[in-house]
């Protein structure tokens, strides 16, 4: 009964690692190539900083799925070789957040593109770090488990499912690349396409909206549009809207500058109108010549 029963638990055992074999790499592949093309995509547009938190979001959004499956699986089946496995797995994942997190702050320019591919390289080297330690300690929990059984080895099945993986991956990145970087240009093209009316609709929102919700947060940093800045420019003067301008100074600047164009319109005016009575001036004289 008991040998019955080994037989059972063996066989069920190798059914899952078959399965897991198969399905594993592909399930990983979509995050880590989703990853991949954000990390193009934030080299392309440093600025940006949309690209650092799609980064968080989509790090963060499947780990409780991932840990809740560990968690059940190191119970089950689980030892201490399963558990190093299971941890430096989920430090993996959480990996490109942690990118997002160190990027979030960078500019146009190729001095802070470097910076982006600098931390990028950090993260490859995590990468190769935890995956070390995944390979040895799941290879040797495998051994231990079903080492006299498994036939090939554990160590090529691991192998298989790690070119499986990056195979995978790779496909998955330069698709999802050219799909991210085709949506990202539609919308700046449609935006760039508003009319003044849905541009100042837009800006007025921000203006209002900016100082309550970034009070707190990354409005915290206290960063401020410079008196010659506006909503309009591009670059890291716009992105300094985002972290808590103040709203009574942008306003103030704003109207300062109305004043000023509304001046120089009526200085414009009254030199064509002095213009126009100089020439009447000398027409007359001319009649009267």
Not at 187 to 198: G, I, K, P, V
Request: aromatic residues 8%; negative net charge.
């Amino acid at each position: 009964s008991m040998a019955i029963d080994k037989v059972e638990y063996v066989a069920g055992f190798l059914v899952g690692a078959e399965a897991g074999k198969l399905l594993l790499p592909s399930a990983l592949s979509i995050l880590g190539g989703l990853a991949e093309s954000i990390f193009n995509m934030k080299a392309l547009f440093p600025g940006h900083k949309e690209f650092p938190f799609v980064l968080l979001l989509t790090s963060f959004e499947a780990l409780p799925i991932y840990m809740a499956m560990l968690a059940v699986t190191q119970q089950i089946v689980g030892d201490s070789l399963l558990m190093v496995t299971c941890v430096a797995f989920i430090v993996y994942v959480c990996l490109p957040a942690l990118t997002g997190y160190l990027t979030r702050n960078l500019r146009a320019g190729p001095e802070h593109r470097w910076q982006f591919y600098r931390k990028v390289w950090l993260e490859y080297g995590l990468r190769a770090a935890l995956g070390l330690a995944m390979f040895l300690s799941f290879s040797q929990y495998m051994r231990n488990m079903v080492g006299d059984i498994v036939r090939p080895s554990p160590i090529r099945m691991i192998l298989w499912m790690l070119l499986n993986y990056y195979t995978r991956k790779t496909l998955t990145a330069v698709g999802a690349t050219d799909a991210a970087l085709s949506a990202f240009l539609q919308c700046e093209l449609w935006r760039e396409a508003f009319a003044e009316a849905d541009h100042a609709a837009n800006k007025e929102r921000i203006l209002s909206l900016g100082p309550v919700v970034l009070r707190n947060g990354s409005g915290s940093q206290g960063a401020k549009l410079d008196s010659t800045e506006t909503l309009s420019e591009s670059g890291p003067k716009a992105n300094a809207v985002g972290r808590g301008s103040n709203m009574e100074e942008d306003q103030k600047h704003q109207k300062d500058q109305k004043d000023q164009k509304n001046e120089n319109a009526e200085k414009v005016e009254l030199g064509q109108c002095e213009a126009l009575e100089c020439q009447g001036t000398d027409k007359d004289q001319k009649e009267v010549v």
